[in-house]
Nanobody, 115 residues
Framework: QVQLVESGGGLAQPGESLRLSCAAS????????MAWYRQAPGKQRELVAQ???????NYADSVKGRFTTSRDNAKNTVFLQMNSLKPEDTAVYYC?????????WGQGTQVTVSS
């Protein structure tokens, strides 16, 4: 079955960095666009970053210049490097794999930014 397993979340102070990973299994990874979403308490889930099959990327304005997503197709893994973290980055971060026909979600990993 399809599994997307996120890791790397935790507690960081403002200005620090975290790196999230999402390991995929059960899919042909290279056929999928990979994306990171986040959901803060009381807010809607929002798109943070995408990386397409071509390797091109797209970011939410709120994270441009601070977050970088990349993928390792040999390891079926996508990453989200988060630098210069802010308290407003606090959320559960989800990995998503999707095509025009289907999509899959990970279980999420908590990121808390607090001094």
């Amino acid at each position: 079955q399809v599994q997307l397993v996120e890791s790397g979340g935790g507690l960081a102070q403002p200005g620090e960095s975290l790196r999230l990973s999402c390991a995929a299994s059960g899919i042909t990874f290279t056929f999928y666009t990979m994306a990171w979403y986040r959901q803060a308490p009381g807010k809607q889930r929002e798109l943070v970053a995408q990386i397409f099959m071509s390797g091109s990327t797209n970011y939410a304005d709120s994270v441009k210049g601070r977050f970088t997503t990349s993928r390792d197709n040999a390891k079926n893994t996508v990453f989200l490097q988060m630098n210069s973290l802010k308290p407003e980055d606090t959320a559960v971060y989800y990995c998503k794999a999707y095509t025009s026909a289907t999509d899959y979600w990970g279980q999420g990993t908590q990121v808390t930014v607090s001094s």
